[in-house]
């Protein structure tokens, strides 16, 4: 089944405390991104990454860090985790450029104490 | 700078009548527009797109949205609502600016469905 997938989905931890939440996905797409959610405010990109070891600066890349060794996986990493980056995130996946359809994984609900 | 503005941040509808959700937008150059939909807990799923072919794009569920260069706007449209449909709603824009992609979300609008 072609899908986009993050782990962990829910995530507790405490400020300071580096964390990494892993997307994958099997549709061997060139484009991914990360978004987070927050109420009121919609979706707003992170990171994202053209192609294998090519990642952009979306408009919040603040706190984050993400890596593209692999076409497949692009993990997103919080070195020092505060509570203003508690969110949902997403991870997103399209063929090539952004105007095809993206691929959204199930999100990750991430709380910062 | 491109933007999204959804100009409603909840709509409410009868089972069986008509849904408008509003989106207006700002943009360099020629966008593509699109619209996903969000159920409770799930990521999003695309409703239809426009790519500057047919201003009127028909999607899933029975749901279209009309492009209008002269109004800025890409509403959706639906002529029958059904309790199904009731989720959050995003207009999104995407654009090349400064060599890049720039996709922007719509603050979304969360679609209630009543009896």
């Known amino acids: 089944e072609a899908q986009v997938t993050q782990n962990p989905r829910y995530l507790i931890t405490v400020t300071g405390k580096k964390l990494t939440v892993t997307c994958s996905q099997n549709?061997?797409?060139?484009?991914m991104s990360w978004y987070r959610q927050d109420p009121g405010l919609g979706l707003r990109q992170i990171y994202y990454?053209?192609?294998?070891?090519?990642?952009d600066k979306g408009d919040v890349p603040e706190g984050y860090k993400v890596s593209r060794k692999e076409k497949r996986n692009f993990p997103l990493i919080l070195e020092s985790p505060s509570p203003n980056q508690t969110s949902l995130y997403f991870c997103?996946?399209?063929?090539?450029?952004?105007?095809?359809?993206?691929?959204f994984g199930p999100g990750t609900r991430l709380t910062v104490l | 700078a491109q933007s999204v503005t959804q100009l409603d941040s909840h709509v409410s509808v009868s089972e069986g009548t008509p849904v408008l959700l509003r989106c207006n937008y700002s943009?360099?150059?020629?966008?593509?527009l699109f619209w996903y939909v969000q159920h409770p807990n799930k990521g999003l799923q695309l409703l239809l797109k426009?790519?500057?072919?047919?201003?009127l794009v028909k999607g899933i569920n029975g749901f279209e949205a009309e492009f209008k260069k002269s109004e800025t706007s890409f509403h959706l449209t639906k002529p029958s609502a059904h309790m199904s449909d009731a989720a959050e709603y995003f207009c999104v824009v995407s654009d090349f600016t400064g060599g890049g992609n720039k996709l922007t979300f719509g603050t979304g609008t969360q679609l209630k469905v009543e009896l």
């Open positions: 943009s360099s150059y020629s966008p593509s």
């Open positions: 426009y790519t500057s072919a047919a201003t």
């Open positions: 997103a996946s399209s063929l090539d450029r952004m105007v095809d359809e993206q691929f």
């Open positions: 990454s053209m192609n294998v070891e090519v990642t």
């Open positions: 549709m061997n797409h060139e484009y």
